[in-house]
């Protein structure tokens, strides 16, 4: 059984960095999608970022780009989302989620929430002005 982790969460200041991470277990993660998902209070879960395991290619949300980065240990079976320049509003939960990938609808197919079947419970992002 996928077993999805989250940590590395907390309070930053704006304009500040943080990477969170998420442990894998339970699986093989190579022919796996693995993405980061984010929901703030009274909004809906929101896509951030996707990693293809087995090439490294990876998708951001278009309002993502150039802040956040996604990337995979193989090693440690861990994926990691570091978020720089960080604002008020990307306070939320962040999610990790996982998916089988079927490479001919990667990456649309795992930049929503109906592509993704296994999630983590998710670390809280705080951001203060």
């Known amino acids: 059984q996928v077993q999805l982790v989250e940590s590395g969460g907390g309070l930053v200041q704006a304009g500040g960095s943080l990477r969170v991470s998420c442990a894998a277990s339970?699986?093989?993660?190579?022919?796996?999608?693995m993405g980061w998902f984010r929901q703030a209070p009274g909004k809906e879960r929101e896509f951030v970022a996707a990693?293809?395991?087995?090439?490294?290619?990876?998708y951001y949300a278009d309002s993502m780009k150039g802040r956040f980065t996604i990337s995979r240990d193989s090693a440690k079976n861990t994926v990691y989302l570091q978020m720089n320049s960080l604002k008020p509003e990307d306070t939320a939960v962040y999610y990790c989620?996982?998916?089988?990938?079927?490479?001919?609808?990667?990456?649309?197919?795992?930049?929503?929430?109906?592509?993704?079947?296994?999630w983590g419970k998710g670390t809280l992002v705080t951001v203060s002005s």
């Open positions: 989620a996982a998916s089988e990938i079927d490479d001919a609808l990667w990456p649309l197919e795992y930049s929503g929430i109906s592509g993704m079947n296994y």
């Open positions: 339970g699986r093989t993660f190579s022919t796996y999608a």
């Open positions: 990693i293809n395991w087995s090439n490294g290619s990876t």
